[in-house]
């Protein structure tokens, strides 16, 4: 990209003759980057992976996509179930918004006969062999996690398993899509790599984290009797129960012989579970600062909400709780904090922030992971990532595992659907940390979009380039968190003949800070109405900027040859091309390389292509990949924003005029030539010059087709616009 020399130092016929300051600059960057996963362990560098046969079926290896997440054949022997459950009565610390769920209110379930309907059509779990079944009943049963009835559910819950650690763990997950379609969603913060990244570093700062992880959450969490009712399980023979040592009531067993266990704590794979689970946690934290139960706000907080760092609010960047922020994760907790080097604290002692924490849990009757408990430290692995010294970027040993199944399925040629989807799911989470990175994914969607996900299928050449390109790629995606916000605001636009971009130093850098820090949804308040989408409330940053044009300079201004692929493009693609430039302009300069910007678009349609990372269209998604490319290399960051037309004051420098300026309201008239021609406004009531007044058009062939309550209105239009 940058005219590097080759490994066998050959080069391009296009590279420059000397390597610039910017390029050597540019590839140490890369090379830094990859340094970390040099070392990483994985499966051989040349030649097939030794998990596979690659004479069977074109290479294609049955079950050889095992790893961490992946389906697993249920082994009683192997579930992770803790040895007593329960005990943590969930539903009594939340608030009444999420109680409505855990009491099965009518006013979060779906119409009964639409459930019945999506429901009967679901078969749930996977085949498992009887004694097995038996056994895992077995041990619920002995961890009070379930109960038995002689009552067989109306839709029964199947069960499998996904690997926890690959022939050693499993994690036991219940099939709740039948119960699923009885409920809505409930309301839900979330918390990603994308959300962390938009932390933001004082100068000369290090930031360090301290987490914990609650044990067995979900089955600590305790079912309400609404809930249990749904939770029915399949039945078991009871004589094979009492077989194991199970003893098994008389009055809990049917006609049949058979007794039916239903579950007494939240399941994995019941849809509001997640929204449960997380919302307890928050209720315990909080305390009275909260939005839980009574009894919740009877504790002191140990946590402030005001620091809550999420997908959906994120504290003032100039405020005291940005400084000391932290993320909640359903069972995760992540407090944040910012030293300065000479402060770096010694030991793994516990602190007093985390202390009080731990104190609360043992005071609810949560436990915790004592592995999963650590203190302040700059390094820090967290949801699957980890935090080196203020840089986010995705740990070692998760990339030794994707770069494994990639390398895997590539030399095969041959793979599932499923099997392609979660490897994207996979590469997805880690993309996030660098959301313009998504654009190297398109093909691998088609793929695994299909009626037969579990059936074999031959890897198109497509799919085989991106899943190569994305582990390729995966080094260079991290988030700087010390990477500075830059003064600049900077407007673009095109029309049908240039592009153009401006920038300004007149917006206060605080407002610059917290739109780069702005998640990319809001948490509204339960009480707040709905509002209909629109660009301006939810594209738009929340600052206004001046349409002074002394305060704006120009940074890019250009014309489309008149033959040019770009002058022919559609003018979404031609928007987007005008934020590449900008892209390409920041990285010229010193002050915006290295750097977190805000960009803005009159055009809605490439905003959000960019925001989203990527798009379907050709076109777009040239651009978004050209922005990919430059944003990765350079290590700038960039948020985009749409800005009305009206106040883009790139419009004029796109139009030709060489003054920043926003658009005129409707066509513009010249009365005389050369750049500083007088313009006038024009009113199209009155026609161009030499016209009279505009006639709507109609014909009698309209008739057939248009409906009365139209034809009228266009018959009075006529009436009044017709020459009397």
Same mark, same amino acid.
């Given at each position: 990209?940058?005219?590097?020399?080759?490994?066998?130092?050959?080069?391009?016929?296009?590279?420059?003759?000397?390597?610039?300051?910017?390029?050597?600059?540019?590839?140490?960057?890369?090379?830094?980057?990859?340094?970390?996963?040099?070392?990483?362990?994985?499966?051989?560098?040349?030649?097939?992976?030794?998990?596979?046969?690659?004479?069977?079926?074109?290479?294609?290896?049955?079950?050889?996509?095992?790893?961490?997440?992946?389906?697993?054949?249920?082994?009683?022997?192997?579930?992770?179930?803790?040895?007593?459950?329960?005990?943590?009565?969930?539903?009594?610390?939340?608030?009444?918004?999420?109680?409505?769920?855990?009491?099965?209110?009518?006013?979060?379930?779906?119409?009964?006969?639409?459930?019945?309907?999506?429901?009967?059509?679901?078969?749930?779990?996977?085949?498992?062999?009887?004694?097995?079944?038996?056994?895992?009943?077995?041990?619920?049963?002995?961890?009070?996690?379930?109960?038995?009835?002689?009552?067989?559910?109306?839709?029964?819950?199947?069960?499998?398993?996904?690997?926890?650690?690959?022939?050693?763990?499993?994690?036991?997950? !219940?099939?709740?899509?039948?119960?699923?379609?009885?409920?809505?969603?409930?309301?839900?913060?979330?918390?990603?790599?994308?959300?962390?990244?938009?932390?933001?570093?004082?100068?000369?700062? !290090?930031?360090?984290?301290?987490?914990?992880?609650?044990?067995?959450?979900?089955?600590?969490?305790?079912?309400?009797?609404?809930?249990?009712?749904?939770?029915?399980?399949?039945?078991?023979?009871?004589?094979?129960?009492?077989?194991?040592?199970?003893?098994?009531?008389?009055?809990?067993?049917?006609?049949?012989?058979?007794?039916?266990?239903?579950?007494?704590?939240?399941?994995?794979?019941?849809?509001?579970?997640?929204?449960?689970?997380?919302?307890?946690?928050?209720?315990?934290?909080?305390?009275?600062?909260?939005?839980?139960?009574?009894?919740?706000?009877?504790?002191?907080?140990?946590?402030?909400?005001?620091?809550?760092?999420?997908?959906?609010?994120?504290?003032?960047?100039?405020?005291?709780?940005?400084?000391?922020? &932290?993320?909640?994760? !359903?069972?995760?907790?992540?407090?944040?904090?910012?030293?300065?080097?000479?402060?770096?604290?010694?030991?793994?002692?516990?602190?007093?922030?985390?202390?009080?924490?731990?104190?609360?849990?043992?005071?609810?009757?949560?436990?915790?992971?004592?592995?999963?408990?650590?203190?302040?430290?700059?390094?820090?692995?967290?949801?699957? &990532?980890?935090?080196?010294?203020?840089?986010?970027?995705?740990?070692?040993?998760?990339?030794?595992?994707?770069?494994?199944?990639?390398?895997?399925?590539?030399?095969?040629?041959?793979?599932?659907?499923?099997?392609?989807?979660?490897?994207?799911?996979?590469?997805?989470?880690?993309?996030?940390?660098?959301?313009?990175?998504?654009?190297?994914?398109?093909?691998?969607?088609?793929?695994?979009?299909?009626?037969?996900?579990?059936?074999?299928?031959?890897?198109?050449?497509?799919?085989?380039?991106?899943?190569?390109?994305?582990?390729?790629?995966?080094?260079?995606?991290?988030?700087?968190?010390?990477?500075?916000?830059?003064?600049?605001?900077?407007?673009?636009?095109?029309?049908?003949?240039?592009?153009?971009?401006?920038?300004?130093?007149?917006?206060?850098?605080?407002?610059?800070?917290?739109?780069?820090?702005?998640?990319?949804?809001?948490?509204?308040?339960?009480?707040?109405?709905?509002?209909?989408?629109?660009?301006?409330?939810?594209?738009?940053?929340?600052?206004?900027?001046?349409?002074?044009?002394?305060?704006? &300079?120009?940074?890019?201004?250009?014309?489309?040859?008149?033959?040019?692929?770009?002058?022919?493009?559609?003018?979404?693609?031609?928007?987007?091309?005008?934020?590449?430039?900008?892209?390409?302009?920041?990285?010229?300069?010193?002050?915006?390389?290295?750097?977190?910007?805000?960009?803005?678009?009159?055009?809605?349609?490439?905003?959000?292509?960019?925001?989203?990372?990527?798009?379907?269209?050709?076109?777009?998604?040239?651009?978004?990949?050209?922005?990919?490319?430059?944003?990765?290399? &350079?290590?700038?960051?960039?948020?985009?924003?749409?800005?009305?037309?009206?106040?883009?004051?790139?419009?004029?420098?796109?139009?030709?005029?060489?003054?920043?300026?926003?658009?005129?309201?409707?066509?513009?008239?010249?009365?005389?030539?050369?750049?500083?021609?007088?313009?006038?406004?024009?009113?199209?009531?009155?026609?161009?010059?030499?016209?009279?007044?505009?006639?709507?058009?109609?014909?009698?062939?309209?008739?057939?087709?248009?409906?009365?309550?139209?034809?009228?209105?266009?018959?009075?239009?006529?009436?009044?616009?017709?020459?009397?």
């Amino acid at each position: 990209m940058y005219g590097a020399p080759c490994t066998d130092g050959r080069k391009s016929e296009k590279a420059p003759g000397y390597i610039s300051a910017p390029q050597q600059e540019v590839m140490d960057y890369i090379q830094s980057c990859m340094h970390a996963y040099i070392e990483s362990e994985g499966p051989p560098g040349n030649g097939a992976d030794t998990t596979q046969d690659m004479n069977d079926e074109g290479g294609y290896d049955e079950g050889g996509s095992v790893g961490a997440g992946s389906p697993a054949p249920l082994k009683s022997q192997l579930i992770s179930l803790p040895t007593e459950g329960g005990g943590f009565k969930a539903c009594e610390f939340v608030g009444p918004e999420i109680a409505a769920f855990c009491n099965a209110d009518p006013d979060v379930m779906v119409e009964p006969w639409l459930a019945e309907l999506l429901a009967g059509g679901i078969k749930s779990g996977a085949r498992i062999d009887p004694k097995e079944y038996a056994e895992i009943i077995r041990r619920l049963l002995s961890a009070k996690m379930a109960e038995l009835t002689a009552e067989r559910a109306e839709h029964p819950l199947g069960m499998f398993a996904v690997w926890k650690e690959v022939d050693k763990i499993q994690r036991l997950i !219940i099939d709740g899509r039948p119960v699923n379609e009885y409920f809505t969603s409930p309301p839900f913060e979330f918390t990603c790599g994308e959300d962390l990244s938009r932390l933001q570093v004082k100068l000369g700062h !290090i930031l360090q984290a301290a987490k914990c992880d609650l044990s067995d959450f979900f089955h600590c969490c305790e079912a309400t009797d609404a809930l249990r009712k749904y939770f029915g399980l399949k039945g078991v023979p009871a004589a094979l129960l009492r077989g194991l040592g199970v003893e098994v009531p008389a009055e809990c067993v049917d006609r049949r012989g058979y007794t039916y266990p239903r579950l007494t704590t939240l399941p994995m794979g019941f849809g509001p579970s997640p929204g449960i689970a997380q919302a307890a946690h928050e209720a315990v934290l909080y305390g009275k600062e909260g939005t839980g139960s009574e009894h919740a706000r009877q504790l002191e907080p140990v946590v402030r909400p005001a620091a809550r760092w999420s997908g959906q609010r994120v504290p003032d960047v100039e405020s005291a709780e940005a400084s000391k922020p &932290h993320a909640l994760v !359903i069972d995760d907790l992540i407090m944040f904090r910012q030293v300065l080097p000479r402060y770096l604290a010694g030991g793994v002692s516990v602190g007093t922030a985390l202390a009080s924490v731990l104190t609360r849990y043992d005071q609810v009757g949560l436990r915790t992971k004592p592995s999963k408990v650590r203190d302040y430290d700059a390094v820090q692995d967290m949801l699957g &990532h980890t935090l080196d010294h203020n840089v986010l970027r995705g740990s070692c040993s998760r990339y030794a595992a994707i770069r494994a199944e990639v390398l895997r399925v590539t030399r095969s040629g041959w793979a599932r659907p499923r099997e392609v989807e979660r490897l994207v799911g996979k590469l997805t989470h880690w993309l996030l940390l660098h959301r313009p990175a998504l654009a190297l994914l398109n093909a691998v969607y088609a793929f695994c979009h299909t009626d037969s996900p579990d059936r074999p299928r031959r890897l198109w050449p497509s799919v085989k380039q991106e899943l190569s390109d994305a582990v390729a790629v995966l080094p260079l995606v991290r988030s700087d968190l010390s990477r500075p916000v830059a003064e600049h605001l900077i407007p673009t636009d095109a029309c049908d003949t240039g592009a153009a971009v401006v920038y300004t130093n007149v917006v206060e850098h605080a407002a610059l800070r917290q739109e780069c820090a702005r998640p990319r949804r809001t948490m509204r308040p339960p009480d707040a109405p709905i509002e209909p989408w629109s660009a301006a409330t939810n594209l738009a940053a929340d600052f206004t900027a001046s349409v002074d044009s002394a305060d704006w &300079h120009v940074a890019v201004r250009c014309s489309y040859p008149p033959e040019s692929r770009a002058r022919h493009a559609h003018i979404n693609e031609k928007e987007a091309g005008a934020l590449v430039l900008a892209i390409r302009w920041a990285a010229r300069s010193r002050r915006t390389r290295r750097c977190r910007l805000v960009v803005q678009s009159d055009s809605a349609a490439a905003v959000c292509a960019l925001r989203k990372g990527r798009s379907s269209r050709p076109g777009m998604r040239r651009q978004c990949q050209k922005i990919a490319a430059m944003t990765l290399a &350079h290590g700038i960051t960039a948020e985009f924003r749409w800005v009305a037309t009206d106040r883009n004051m790139a419009d004029q420098p796109s139009r030709g005029f060489s003054a920043p300026g926003p658009c005129e309201l409707g066509p513009s008239l010249k009365t005389s030539k050369g750049r500083s021609a007088r313009v006038q406004r024009f009113d199209s009531t009155k026609g161009y010059p030499g016209e009279g007044p505009l006639r709507p058009f109609w014909s009698p062939l309209l008739d057939g087709n248009v409906k009365d309550s139209s034809r009228k209105r266009y018959e009075v239009c006529l009436l009044y616009t017709s020459p009397s």
